[in-house]
């Protein structure tokens, strides 16, 4: 069985953390980056054995005040504690709560400027003082997300239907920014299942055990294809999530939400899309993704 | 799929995922393939070429000198724009891929061959069904028949309007043949109107039933231009039978030149110029790609003015040399049917030896703009332009392919070049193919892309280097398709 493996980039600069379901790229700036990459490494080793420990539980539908013994798992938990009254696992939070547990080791390490934890598009980073971090939105051409020192936000997550996890919805893809990384990964989540059009003749749904046979998502269709949609429906989607992300962000939860679905997008709560191709996307562009 | 799908447990790490057939573990590394779990990364690609016995050429393990690879023995790895695996999502690889002024990527998603299709040549002079009737698979319109070629007749498969614009089942069935077809499996077509023909690449076509054997020499009138000197002497009259040219050696040209005398012959059909006669009956699965299972019926009464007597000798052939009859005019001017004389036997055998063997081709046709979106350089028309201008090569699975001229990256392999079960697909459906862009290091940087992201392909085969105690290339199972699986 493979064990958990470290390995630098090509680039010599980033770090590549693997084990399992799990790819971390971790790049740390700073005089402190040999010893950041050295914590960061000891703290993986063990972290998936964590997790699989706890998994049974951990695929459950989440309770409120439910207690984990692993600290990835209580990351996990404590992410989905607001959303308990609708139907979640704490593994919608996993890949956010592992880059926010190696990114805590890693800011231990002195002399850091800058560090991330990127795990599958679920970020969780760390900036000093005047120093800011852009990430690249894939699905908006040129959009970009840039957040300085100045503000608590330490996590971006992505999701989306045709992403690595499985969707309810049919966002192309949510981006959300939050204070950490769990936090965004499940608010990202929730959003793009609420950028849903249900029963839609276009729209191709299978059930997810029948996709993962071990899926927490169980017996739930879950999105596998997008068709093609009017203007209307597209508006009448993103509209239903963007009610989800703007009450995220009235309630605190996140900083703010990029929503895009075929070539529209919206953009709740904290200004962070610094710029958009002006051009619209071509629609047969669009059907490739 | 109608059993119900086997899962099975994968060992390679403490999740130990349940893994339904035909699908990846949570890790899109590992995947069921046919009850085994296979590593489906492009190492596979790699492993197979090794099993294939072919070539292996790390480029990015040793120090690639910065030169265009061209050899199509030279390993190029599926940069992240393709697969080898049903489901195979390359994201623990693409999260790496760096962009120009940015600390790291958001993405979901990787692109795939929404737009793709296959063109399918079957070698036949039989017809199949008229130009653009529909080709079913398993009841399904997957395609039709487009115009045809010399000896040839072609199927256009698949596309987005089948594979994403119709029904379903239509998606479905229509994914589900070009996968096959892609992947050198036979597949039944039927076409409207016409025959059912088995299709598979590398093999000779079957139609109704029959085995097509070997595809003709040329067109009835260009068979007898070429073997007119031949009959000269040995034989009154050559007809040489044919659904598109049916050539009459008295009256064609080569047989003028030779001062063949006429013989009286009167040939159904309409006369195009002298000797040679479109439409002498109509399309079919008898001689020369007619329905005429009797020669004689494309003729008419033997003009006695013209040079027809008794005992006047005839051969008619089809164009392939598969069906041949001897003629002599009784006293009546009546043909009537004689042995092949055996000095007349060589010059079919050469009608038929000159016939190259009937194959079905497919060439697999994709448009790859998707793919190059989320990242290869920060510029897509750049890269696009630099493939049109040929200084970037685009291979799938190291095969070399034809880039269509004009816009975007539209391209056609051959697909019996490409390694074994090289393509899958994704529930979108749409086919997953391996596609790799090859460029120069310098004009990399040129198009906008920079020196570490030609080292993040590389990544890729590194991280492969640096499992190594975890990776192994192994030679086939006996009796396995499975042409490479890694495990610890």
């Not at chain 1, 045709?162 to 959003?191: E, F, H, N, P, Q």
């Not at chain 2, 690889?93 to 795939?112: H, Y």
């Not at chain 2, 987005?160 to 069935?173: I, M, Q």
Request: hydrophobic share 40%; net charge negative.
């Amino acid at each position: 069985m493979e064990c958990a493996q470290a390995s630098l980039l090509a680039d010599g600069r980033r770090l590549h953390l693997h084990h399992g379901p799990i790819d971390l790229i971790v790049e740390a700036s700073g005089a402190g980056r040999t010893d950041a990459y050295v914590r960061a490494t000891k703290r993986f080793e063990s972290i998936l054995n964590e997790l699989v420990a706890e998994l049974p539980m951990l695929r459950m539908r989440a309770q409120k005040g439910a207690i984990f013994s692993g600290a990835v798992a209580r990351r996990m938990q404590q992410a989905v504690e607001p959303y308990c009254d609708k139907f979640v696992t704490p593994m919608i939070a996993v890949a956010g709560a592992v880059a926010d547990e190696i990114l805590e080791q890693i800011q231990q390490s002195p002399d850091l400027e800058k560090a991330y934890v990127n795990n599958g598009g679920d970020v969780a980073f760390y900036l000093a003082d005047g120093q800011h971090v852009s990430a690249a939105i894939a699905a908006l051409p040129g959009g970009r997300i840039t957040l300085d020192s100045s503000g608590s936000y330490h996590g971006i997550a992505t999701s989306g239907w045709s992403g690595r996890s499985y969707s309810l919805g049919i966002a192309d893809s949510v981006s959300v920014v939050a204070k950490d990384a769990a936090s965004a990964d499940v608010a990202a989540t929730m959003i793009a299942n609420a950028v849903n059009l249900p029963n839609h003749p276009h729209v191709t749904r299978v059930p997810a055990v029948e996709l993962s046979p071990d899926s927490d998502l169980g017996d739930l269709d879950v999105t596998t294809y997008v068709g093609d949609l009017s203007d209307v429906e597209i508006r009448s989607a993103l509209h239903n999530g963007s009610g989800i992300a703007q009450a995220c962000v009235d309630q605190n939860l996140i900083g703010g939400a990029i929503l895009q679905l075929k070539q529209e997008y919206r953009q709740i709560g904290v200004p962070v899309i610094q710029q958009v191709c002006s051009k619209p996307i071509p629609e047969q562009e669009l059907s490739y993704a | 799929m109608s059993q119900p799908a086997p899962k099975i447990r994968c060992d390679a790490c403490p999740v130990m995922c349940f893994v339904a057939e035909g699908k990846t573990g949570a890790c899109d590394r590992y995947a069921n393939l046919d009850g085994q779990i296979v590593r489906c990364d492009p190492l596979t690609i790699l492993n197979r070429r090794i099993a294939q016995g072919g070539e292996v050429t790390p480029f990015l393990k040793s120090e690639w000198d910065g030169s265009l690879v061209r050899d199509d023995e030279v390993f190029v790895t599926a940069n992240g724009a393709g697969t080898t695996y049903p489901d195979y999502k390359p994201a623990p690889f693409i999260v790496s891929r760096e962009v120009d002024g940015v600390d790291f990527v958001t993405v979901v998603t990787e692109a795939i061959f929404s737009y793709c299709g296959v063109k399918v040549k079957i070698d036949t002079d039989r017809h199949l069904g008229h130009e653009g009737a529909v080709v079913r698979s398993a009841g399904e319109a997957i395609g039709h028949v487009t115009t045809s070629e010399y000896g040839s007749q072609m199927l256009s498969l698949g596309g987005v309007d089948h594979l994403t614009g119709g029904s379903k089942a239509e998606g479905r069935v229509t994914c589900d043949s070009l996968m096959k077809l892609c992947n050198k499996e036979a597949v039944e077509l039927t076409i409207d109107g016409g025959s059912t023909v088995v299709v598979q690449a590398g093999h000779a076509p079957i139609v109704d039933g029959h085995q097509e054997e070997r595809m003709r020499v040329g067109c009835g009138s260009a068979t007898i231009g070429m073997f007119a000197s031949q009959w000269k002497g040995l034989v009154d009259e050559v007809v040489v039978v044919d659904d598109h040219i049916t050539g009459v050696v008295s009256e064609h040209q080569a047989g003028k030149v030779l001062d063949w005398p006429d013989t009286g012959i009167k040939i159904t059909g309409r006369r195009s110029t002298p000797g040679r006669y479109f439409q002498v009956a109509e399309p079919g699965l008898g001689w020369g790609g007619t329905n005429v299972d009797d020669p004689l019926s494309i003729l008419g009464p033997w003009n006695p003015k013209k040079g027809a007597k008794p005992g006047l000798t005839m051969l008619m052939v089809s164009t392939t040399g598969e069906q041949f009859g001897y003629f002599v005019l009784d006293d009546a001017l009546v043909p009537q049917k004689e042995e092949l004389p055996d000095n007349l036997r060589p010059s079919v055998d050469l009608i038929a030896e000159n016939c190259e063997p009937a194959l079905c081709t497919v060439l697999f046709m994709g448009g790859a703009g998707g793919s190059l979106r989320s990242g290869v350089t920060e510029n897509p028309v750049k890269l696009t332009r630099s493939v049109q201008a040929l200084k970037t090569s685009v291979t799938c699975g190291g095969a070399p392919l034809y880039v269509w001229p004009g816009g975007g990256i539209t391209v056609m392999v051959d697909v019996t070049r490409m390694p074994e079960n090289s393509f899958g697909y994704v529930p979108t459906p749409a086919l997953v193919a391996p596609l790799e862009f090859t460029v120069a290091r310098d004009d990399y940087k040129t198009l906008g892309g920079h020196d570490s992201a030609v080292r993040s392909i590389g990544d890729i085969l590194e991280s492969g280097g640096e499992y190594g105690a975890d990776i192994r290339a192994i030679s086939p199972p006996e009796g396995s398709e499975l042409n490479a699986r890694t495990k610890r």
